[in-house]
């Protein structure tokens, strides 16, 4: 019977210990099971801020290119505006110079071929002074034919032409010239710059 208790014992320890091993193999089985879904749930999760973070630095490189696209445009708005500034700063320049010098002369004598009726003739002051006895000589056959010739204070640089009878002026002063002559001279100058 001691033999008996011994091979019972041992059955009950086998079947103990094979449930145990069952048990044991169950709970890895599922701590396994469940350990890879874990991981799945992390990878995803990864693969999901990944993804995300991708996302948002694209969106982040589109804005940082469209404001590189704009700076760029603003810069060439910029320079565009100060190109034209400095070409209406020499414009009004060298006119001013043309409009003052001996030059001044020529440009009276064509003008007035064009009109037919009396006309006076207004300039700057300083100009008038300095180009009187020049422009009586030049323009002697016209003075007698009754064009007058006077400074005028609102004539700055250049002339105008006024009609006698107040029916009408031509301004040829720097700043009308130079109105008239930049459209002319910036579209060739834009082309060339930009």
Request: charged share 30%; proline share 2%; hydrophobic share 45%.
């Amino acid at each position: 019977m001691a033999q008996q208790i011994q091979d019972l014992v041992a059955s009950i320890r086998k079947d103990g210990v094979e449930a145990a091993k069952k048990e044991a193999a169950s709970i890895l089985r599922s701590a396994e099971e469940e350990a890879q879904t874990i991981v799945a749930q992390a990878q995803k999760q990864a693969a999901d801020l990944v993804s995300e973070a991708e996302r948002e630095i694209a969106k982040a490189n589109q804005r940082a290119e469209k404001a590189l696209s704009q700076a760029g445009r603003d810069l060439l708005l910029s320079l565009k505006a100060s190109i034209e500034e400095q070409l209406s700063r020499i414009l009004v320049e060298k006119t001013s110079k043309a409009l003052s010098g001996k030059e001044l002369v020529g440009l009276l004598t064509k003008a007035l071929e064009s009109g037919g009726e009396e006309v006076e003739v207004q300039f700057e002051p300083k100009t008038f002074e300095a180009l009187a006895d020049e422009l009586q000589s030049a323009l002697a056959a016209e003075i007698k034919a009754g064009l007058v010739l006077r400074p005028h204070a609102d004539v700055e640089s250049g002339f105008r032409l006024v009609a006698q009878d107040g029916s009408y002026f031509y301004d040829y002063k720097a700043n009308e010239l130079v109105d008239l002559l930049r459209p002319y001279l910036a579209r060739p100058l834009h082309e060339r710059i930009f």
